[in-house]
């Protein structure tokens, strides 16, 4: 087998893990995640296809014409053609899936991610989606996923494997692939998983939404490989049925209601059984409750066996990569002859993967080119260049970048103001980065300029301004001396940091695909040069490109006179040196919690065991982020929704009014059952709308994110919950504006596990208002 350099990531991983566990098993068998039976049975039920048989697709309320015709195509193809749209198998793309050439329905093509079309050149490398959540812009969200479906689409691209809604929703800080998702917050996560959606195949191709459900750890995800070799099993997310509900479900909902043509399955197992072929799951909830009416799309070795045709509609990558996930799906014509699986499961499952396909009019009006890259040889010369980028994106990118950048802390750093002699210290000029590639292998990442993490999730930038670069430019046109020190060299920092008025200090954290973070640590090196700097300059600002990390000895430091967290930017690394000099405003907020240490978030999120069955319990249940730290009144460093400008705001004039308005967001309507229900009314619904004033009390221009925090009545309630937010832009001094809030059915109800619908709890609701999750001056009291 040729092991190609891009295409060899999952497959390298999934060695690695193999050898991993061949060493494992040397080792006694560690029984304690099991031996509690009582509370392992409760959620190990059996995987009940009687109970939850896959439904029968009818095209939902937008994609009837589009369902019609797939469903006449399919009546015209014989087992062996249906069997084949079923089927991944080697081609250009990462999945191709096979054509019906007498049809003229092509081999539709899949290629990841969700920051850019991956592997390939001639594309951008848009900033991370957790990136983009911090900029909390609605519109920009919308953009960035728009103008990469462009790019997917001049590929040659039929199905973008992106974007990730709840799964890895960031239950634990350490989850190594949070940076591709968005917010730990159901409510946020939808609003992304929607604007997501809507943008992606606003330019025509279909998104995967992903990665379905309970993923939130890359340690034992074990893909179909590792525990064909009878070594440890995928882990398993024991989720309850309220979380489920509320958590974890409901930004899925979201991306369904935004049309989303596909949904891809997980690696992990949810109670005990593969999420690939998960009756209750797929079937019940997927495909049920939320109304899934596209194809579930395995993740690459999510499959397990054949039978989880019952659930998944295409196995991937099938036959592709020489087999090595199991071919499963190969043998479906003998499994319809013999009578295992029904011919209307593999009529159901191709109309499923068609109708998208002709809903977006990739046949006839919006029919993407032919592929001329070859993602199997992608490093190697057979790939026709083919340059997709737009110039607009470039800016958008920028853009995206500038606003996800978060101001933590500011005791007078920044902005910048006509620097003499300006030092920086730490990763921010190597361009090494695109040396990292997809596995981290061909650079030194703890002392790299980071744009992104690692895994397929990965994408080439074509270039990188680095921050180096962009200072240096200053530099020339304000005539300051610009020293620097890359790498730990103790004098040479205390030399520069010591003459200069200011210091920078460049931070950043690797996380990727398949390994989680072990700790919030930022490693040896970048921990010494910070500490130099911080001996050698009383004013020191750092810069972060990483996910969460642990700088609380800085936090209060008097020499740290800014803090920056600046995410993962994609290819404009450069994009926050502009806000650091001030020319713009810091405008991001944090789309998670910043804690103080690893332990204020709930123990073991990430289970690491040499247990074959290796179970993780959602125990913290639906207090996942802020509202863990919320219920257990535990101080983050920096909370939820958190992030400063150089101007400031005051909310005031807090108002609720019934407000009835019918939904009018959903392409696709889920199936979700709710009390009160009249037969034409929706979950999602406007029942009430909050508005405000927020006033910049600044003396510069600014944008401010307003955030709405509910309160539900009852017990054992998060003490308050997401339920609305919205950028202001652009307010100049003394300028006010309102913010209006709609509020859903939904927004105000819980998931009733006995009665198996959502409910409005009776009582009081409170209606907070403000600029974080924390920070919530303004309340009002409202009954249903
Ligand atoms: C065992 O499971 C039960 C039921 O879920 C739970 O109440 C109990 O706390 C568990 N005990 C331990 C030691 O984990
Ligand atoms: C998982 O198990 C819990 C506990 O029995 C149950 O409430 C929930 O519905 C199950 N969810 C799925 C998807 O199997
Ligand atoms: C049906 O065919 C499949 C695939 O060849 C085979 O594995 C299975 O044992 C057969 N089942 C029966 C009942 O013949
Ligand atoms: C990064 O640093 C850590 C410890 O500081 C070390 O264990 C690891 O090997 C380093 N990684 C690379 C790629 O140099
Ligand atoms: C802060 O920086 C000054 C140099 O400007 C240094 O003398 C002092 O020791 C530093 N403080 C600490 C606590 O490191
Ligand atoms: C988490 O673990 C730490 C250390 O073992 C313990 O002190 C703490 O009480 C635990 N927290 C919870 C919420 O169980
Ligand atoms: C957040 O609101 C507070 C007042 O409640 C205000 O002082 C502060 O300036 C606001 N923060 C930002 C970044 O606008
Ligand atoms: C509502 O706001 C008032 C005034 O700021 C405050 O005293 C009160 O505690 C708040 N109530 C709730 C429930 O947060
Ligand atoms: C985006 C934004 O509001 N930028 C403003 C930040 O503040 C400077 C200085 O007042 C203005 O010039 C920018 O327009």
Not at 358 to 365: A, F, N, P, S, V
């Amino acid at each position: 087998m040729k092991l190609t350099a891009i295409l060899a990531i999952s497959i390298a991983l999934a060695l690695t893990q193999a050898r991993a566990l061949d060493a494992r098993q040397a080792d006694a068998v560690d029984a304690t995640e099991t031996s509690n039976t009582s509370r392992y049975d409760a959620f190990h039920q059996p995987n009940d296809f009687e109970r939850f048989p896959a439904p029968a697709s009818t095209g939902g309320k937008a994609w009837q014409e589009a369902f019609s015709k797939a469903k006449d195509m399919v009546a015209q193809m014989t087992l062996e053609e249906k069997s084949g749209i079923l089927l991944s198998h080697d081609g250009r793309c990462v999945g191709n899936t096979h054509g019906v050439d007498r049809l003229g329905i092509p081999d539709l093509c899949l290629m990841d991610g969700p920051t850019g079309v991956r592997p390939g050149s001639g594309i951008s490398s848009f900033p991370a989606g957790q990136a983009a959540a911090a900029t909390w812009d609605r519109d920009l969200i919308y953009q960035r996923s728009k103008a990469m479906g462009q790019e997917f689409f001049d590929k040659g691209v039929h199905i973008a494997l992106a974007p990730v809604s709840a799964g890895p929703l960031g239950r634990s800080p350490l989850g190594g692939r949070n940076w591709e998702g968005s917010y730990p917050d159901a409510y946020a996560n939808g609003v992304y998983s929607y604007e997501s959606v809507r943008g992606m195949q606003d330019s025509h191709v279909a998104a995967t939404i992903k990665h379905f459900i309970g993923y939130e750890q890359e340690t034992s995800r074990n893909p179909y490989t590792v525990s064909s070799d009878g070594g440890q099993e995928p882990i398993s997310s024991n989720v309850d049925d309220k979380t489920m509900h509320e958590v974890y479900l409901a930004p899925f909902a979201q991306a369904i209601r935004g049309g989303s043509a596909h949904v891809m399955c997980s690696y992990n197992k949810i109670n005990g059984t593969n999420a690939c072929g998960n009756a209750q799951a797929l079937n019940g909830l997927l495909k049920g409750e939320i109304n899934h009416q596209g194809a579930v799309i395995s993740d690459w070795g999510g499959i397990h066996s054949s039978l989880d045709v019952l659930a998944t509609e295409m196995s991937a990558p099938g036959t592709g990569f020489a087999g090595l996930f199991g071919d499963y799906y190969s043998d479906m014509p003998q499994l319809v002859n013999n009578g295992t699986v029904s011919e209307d499961r593999i009529d159901d499952a191709c109309i499923r993967i068609l109708t998208p396909y002709y809903w977006l009019g990739q046949d006839e009006e919006h029919v993407p080119p032919e592929v001329v890259f070859n993602a199997n040889n992608y490093y190697e010369a057979e790939d026709t260049y083919k340059n997709v980028r737009k110039p607009d994106t470039a800016q958008l990118i920028h853009q995206i970048a500038l606003e996800s950048a978060v101001l933590l802390k500011n005791t007078g750093g920044l902005p910048l103001n006509n620097p003499e002699r300006l030092a920086v210290v730490g990763a921010l000029g190597d361009t090494a980065n695109s040396e990292c590639g997809a596995t981290g292998t061909g650079c030194d990442y703890n002392t790299s300029l980071l744009t992104m993490g690692g895994g397929s999730g990965w994408s080439d930038a074509p270039y990188i301004v680095t921050p180096l670069d962009a200072l240096k430019t200053r530099a020339r046109d304000a005539n300051f001396e610009l020293s620097h020190a890359l790498t730990y060299d103790e004098e040479v920092i205390n030399d520069i940091a010591g003459r200069a008025d200011s210091t920078l200090v460049w931070l950043n954290d690797w996380a990727e695909e398949s390994a989680d973070r072990e700790d919030l640590t930022i490693g040896e090196e970048q921990s010494m040069m910070l500490e130099a700097a911080v001996h050698a300059s009383s004013n020191v600002i750092i810069v972060m490109n990483s996910p969460v990390v642990d700088i609380e000895q800085y936090a209060e430091h008097p020499n740290v006179t800014a803090i920056v967290q600046a995410h993962y930017t994609g290819e404009a690394a450069d994009a926050v040196v502009s806000a650091l000099f001030g020319d713009e405003n810091f405008s991001g907020k944090l789309p998670y919690t910043w804690g103080k240490r690893l332990e204020d978030w709930p123990n073991n999120t990430i289970v690491t065991t040499d247990d074959n069955n290796p179970q993780a319990y959602f125990d913290e249940g639906v207090f996942v982020d802020y509202k863990w730290f919320d219920k257990h009144e535990i101080e983050p460093r920096y909370e939820f929704g958190f992030g400063l400008s150089y101007t400031t705001f005051e909310c005031s004039d807090i108002k609720i009014a019934d407000n009835y308005k019918k939904d009018d967001m959903a392409i696709q309507d889920t199936a979700e059952p709710f009390e009160g229900f009249d037969g034409s009314n929706s979950l999602y619904d406007v029942i009430k709308t909050v508005t405000a004033i927020v006033t910049n009390t600044g003396d510069r221009k600014g944008s401010e994110v307003a955030q709405l925090y509910v309160t539900l009545p009852g017990e054992d309630m998060p003490v308050r919950e997401l339920r609305g937010f919205e950028k202001i832009r652009d307010l100049d001094a003394g300028e006010s504006r309102e913010v209006s809030f709609d509020v859903t059915l939904k927004d105000l109800s819980t998931w009733d596990v006995q009665r198996q619908m959502w409910v409005v709890p009776q009582g009081d609701f409170v209606f907070h208002v403000g600029n974080s999750s924390r920070n919530l001056p303004l309340n009002a009291t409202s009954s249903f």
